[in-house]
């Protein structure tokens, strides 16, 4: 049987991309996803307007604990709400100080209202751009509406998460800057081995 639960943000944050404002909310499930355990999750009633070119979506982060995993890791959530169009700088997330030396690392980035059509959003580590490891997204087009652990097609239609695999040092910032297309930078959230 299928129950919901009503969940409030505990935080908003808006966004100004061309011609409308985006949202994006937060809310810590931890005790909630603990407690129902795995399988699949749902959500239902999201606060969006409705018509022609608009769209919501949502995104689970969970750090787990993974005992067949071997070593020490270290994890990072960097949530932002940030805006990225036609902007070479980018949005920037500073990873230093956490990592020793040349160390690969792991990353996911949630993002928003990326498209298939409008090349020119990239992710750089260190100022070289990457390719996702996995999903619809290429080094020069990372962001194309493709939501890595989405149940059926992975296409989601305003929905991007992707995954990344990149080598971080102690002053490395992970920027995402965008050529053509108008994206919101939501989550990253990283995962590296404590030791090398």
Request: proline letters at 6%; charged letters at 20%; a negative charge.
């Amino acid at each position: 049987m299928v129950s919901y639960t009503t969940v409030a943000a505990t935080d908003t944050r808006f966004a100004d991309l061309p011609g409308y404002r985006a949202y994006q909310a937060f809310a810590d499930v931890t005790d909630l996803v603990r407690s129902g355990g795995g399988g699949e999750w749902w959500v239902s009633d999201v606060p969006a307007l409705e018509g022609r070119g608009v769209h919501a979506g949502w995104s689970l982060v969970v750090v787990l604990d993974d005992p067949s995993v071997e070593g020490y890791h270290q994890a990072m959530v960097l949530d932002e709400t940030t805006a990225v169009f036609q902007d070479p700088a980018g949005a920037r997330f500073p990873v230093s100080g956490l990592l020793p030396d040349s160390v690969r690392a792991r990353f996911d980035v949630v993002a928003w209202e990326g498209d298939a059509d409008l090349a020119g959003d990239r992710v750089m580590v260190g100022g070289v751009p990457v390719a996702p490891s996995d999903g619809h997204g290429s080094v020069d087009n990372a962001f194309v509406s493709s939501a890595r652990g989405a149940v059926g097609d992975p296409m989601t239609f305003g929905t991007d998460v992707v995954r990344f695999d990149a080598v971080l040092g102690r002053e490395s910032d992970i920027r995402i800057p965008s050529g053509q297309d108008a994206v919101v930078v939501g989550v990253v959230a990283l995962t590296a081995p404590m030791r090398t």
